[in-house]
């Protein structure tokens, strides 16, 4: 069994959680808006959000390690998968809450899912341990999707 390089490990969870934080600071302005949305029934407390995220976060970030420091061959495909996921996620909080773009964040979330599903595939084939950390992940972004829809629909467009 590898030895845990903790400086790696802390990197691989910093990296999600600064980019989370940086999406979060980009987009912040459009907070209050959202709070005046009409929202699901199933929409939870906002406290909630953050707690969750940073979970992820922190799960993503250990999953990447897992990945990063195997020797598997497929080892470079899931980080590219990673990183692409990484960057749809950084994007959709700037578009749904800075730019208050809600159908376009959806589709944009849709895409994200989708990328999260072929990074699972991926950290599977390196370590399936890594694939079964991101499950909250892409359930929790299923559930977003179905919040972002539903908030869409809640909020019609005005001319």
Known sequence: MKKTNLKTLIISILIPLVTGFLSYFLSRSGMAYYETLNKPALNPPSILFPIVWTILYILMGISSYIVYTSDSPFRQKALK????????????????????????????????????????????KVKPIAAYLQIPYLLWCIFAAYLNLSIYFLNPPTL
Do not use: C, D, E, T
Request: net charge positive; no cysteine.
């Open 81 to 124: 998968w990673y990183v692409i996921q990484l960057i749809f996620n950084f994007g959709w909080s700037i578009i749904f809450f800075g730019f208050s773009k809600l159908l376009f964040a959806y589709i944009w979330l849709l895409i994200l899912i989708a990328s999260i599903v072929v990074m699972i595939y991926y950290f599977y």
